[in-house]
């Protein structure tokens, strides 16, 4: 932490949201890729050769077989990657310090602790109305994730 500031610090991107961009892009790419090339490493071969012998091209095996049944962890990666922003908080807390440019997370949590913390009732209304995206997401995509769930529960 005391380097990602340091960093920040010297490239004069303290206190704007693209600092935090970065870290979240740069520690996602990676790891949603390699999370991706796990699950596609369990995908079985036969399917890839059975439509090379149907006559799909490459890119066509790709679009109609292989992202079809990378459904589950697309859909995965995507509901991850749209929570753990949401909700960090001690990243932002160390990188942005004006008003205008906290995070949601950060605001609430200024709204219980410092001079005026009796703010337990917006806190709650907060969260709850922070909860409601989070929710709605996770019901639209949760067939999605059911799917990848029990794509291995059969045996055979």
């Known amino acids: 932490m005391t380097a990602l500031y340091t960093l920040f610090l010297n490239f004069g991107l303290l206190d704007k949201p693209v600092a935090l961009t970065i870290i979240y892009v740069a520690g996602a790419i990676p790891y949603n890729v390699w999370l991706v090339k796990g699950y596609l490493d369990g995908l079985p071969k036969e399917v890839d050769e059975a439509a090379y012998i149907d006559g799909c091209s490459y890119f066509m095996t790709f679009r109609k077989i292989i992202l079809p049944l990378s459904k589950p962890i697309i859909t995965y990666c995507a509901v991850s990657q749209f929570m753990m922003p949401w909700m960090d908080y ?14 949601l997370a950060v605001g609430l949590y200024g709204l219980i602790t ?43």
């Open 90 to 103: 001690i990243l932002p807390n160390m990188l942005l310090s004006s008003d205008t440019s906290k995070t």
């Open 114 to 156: 410092g001079r005026e913390n009796t703010n337990f009732t917006m806190f709650a209304a907060g969260a709850v109305i922070i909860a409601v995206p989070i929710t709605i997401l996770f019901i639209v995509f949760q067939k999605y994730l059911v799917q990848g769930i029990a794509a291995g529960a059969n045996k055979g």
